[in-house]
Structure formats: C-alpha cells, structure tokens
C-alpha cells in the first residue's frame, strides 16, 4: 500500500468520478484507473461502485475512504511536526545536573532558552553526578551537566567551566583566621559532605586518603542548601567551588582558599556518544556555551 494510491482513491471518492479527479490530480485517466485497480487488488476487494456514471463508494470504500483521510492527516501532521522540530518551533529535551550546578547557573540560563525557544520544552533531573552519568549511559536523559572528568570513550564531552574547590566554615571556627588552607588542617574536623551520588563526595574522600587520614564525615546529604544552613550553624565544613561565594549568608560563613593541594572543580555537558542528538538538544547546547557561566 502506498500513500499515493491512498490519495488517488480519495480523490477519486470525493470527486465521483475517474475524469475529474484525474484532471486535479494531473494525470490521464488510464492512469488513475491502473492505480486504483492495483489498490483494489492488493486489498482483496472492490471500492468503487463503476456501474452508475457517478462512482460510487462501495461498503468496503467506505472504511477505506474514512482511515484513507486518518492516514493522510496523520502524515499531514508528522510532516508538519517534524518541520517545526527542526526549525525549533517544537521539542522535548530530559537533562540532568547536581543540584548545585544547578543553583549556581541555570536558573538564568534556562530563563533566556524559554525565551529563545518558547515551544521546547526542558524537564530538568537533579541527580548526583554518579546518577547523572548513568541515566545518561542508560539513554533516559538526553544530556548531563556534570563534574568532570567522565570517561570520553563512553561521552562525548563538552567543557563548560572551571573554578577551585574551597574550604566553607563558620566565622567563629578556629580556622577561620587563616589565610589559606591545606587538607591536613582539617585532618580532625568534621565535615559536611555531598552524598555518595556526587563526584564531589568521592574527590573529597580521594583527596583526603592521599594525606594519609580518612575524613570525620559528621553529615551527608544531596542539598547544598541543607549543607550550608548546617555550616551556618556551625556544625562542621564543607567544601564548594569558590564562586558560590555569592550564595552564602557572609555574615556567618567565610571561604578559604585551599593550596596543598590546589582542587580543580571542572564542569562539562556530556552526552552518550553514537547516541542520536536532537535538534532541540543540540540548541541548548549551544546556547548554554553561547552563555556566560
């Protein structure tokens, strides 16, 4: 079954008869009555009543005749839905990101992609960055936004930004008067760390081992907020990329700059590599390197 012959015989139905709707479908006649006859043939039975000088419509053409139309308006609105896919007028996107990327950049960013693309729609997953990168391998999310690094021959992977991690504490704790720190100065403190769905928690443990000492984690949770306000009463430490500094209460926390060793915090969009990336997907990438993070 073709779509054309779906269409001749509609035609042929509305018009009633082969000559006009040979004329407006721009074909001669023979022509159309070989296709239609192929069409019947294929089906198994007659469509048209050609007794009369009108055609008419036999039983079997007329459940023919009313899901000819279905398919024919379905095409109609595939073709037309995937017009405005790729022109962006349409789209659906599922992206994943820890929840302190995504405080500390998105909700500007996704604010002027609406804007931009007001019928793309964007379902946001926080998730650690451990989950993150296995909802994205499993091909549940289209894309992450997480801490690198992620092995490349599984993602491709797409820089976004970079900072240090540094040390976050209460005004009155007795590190608090330093001017830098180093990662044996917090050997017997307790520590307010992301959960183990983090890359961040993993590093912090990493980096601690290799002092020789295994960190006092007094508290763990996947909400930097809830570390935080924990900070503020100064119920341990914590570390955050230095530019959340402009998310703390500064009247009760200070960061530090840690220096031995320096900590890079690296962050990159990835994406399953060989899989299928949308246009609507491709868009919010670009637009988030086109963004100032």
Known sequence: MEIRQISYFLEVAQQGSFTKASQTLHISQPALSKTIKAFETELGVELL???????????????????????????????????DNAMLKSGHIKMGLPSLIGIMFFPNIMK???????????????????????????????????MLPVDQNDFDVIPLTQDRLMLFLHKSHVLANHSEISMMDVKDEPMILFTEDFTM???????????????????????????????????????????????????????????????????GIIVKKGSHRSFATQALIDYILDSDL
């Open 201 to 267: 928690h993993d590093r912090i443990i990493q980096e601690c081992n290799d002092f020789g000492f295994q960190p006092h984690i007094a508290y763990k949770s996947s909400q930097w907020d809830f570390i935080k306000d924990m900070v503020e009463n100064n119920l341990g430490i914590t570390f955050f990329p230095g530019s959340l500094n402009r998310k703390i209460n500064k009247e009760k926390i200070i960061s530090l700059p840690i220096t031995d060793p320096y900590i890079p915090w690296k962050v």
């Open 112 to 146: 002027g992609f609406a804007s931009a693309y007001p019928g793309i729609t964007v379902a946001l997953t926080e998730e650690g960055t451990n989950n993150v990168i296995h909802l994205v391998d499993k091909g549940d999310l289209d894309c992450g936004i997480v």
């Open 49 to 83: 009543d050609r007794t009369d000088k009108r055609v008419r419509l036999t039983d079997s053409g007329e459940i023919v005749y009313q899901y000819g139309k279905q398919i024919l308006n379905t095409i109609s609105t595939l073709t037309s839905s995937l017009e």
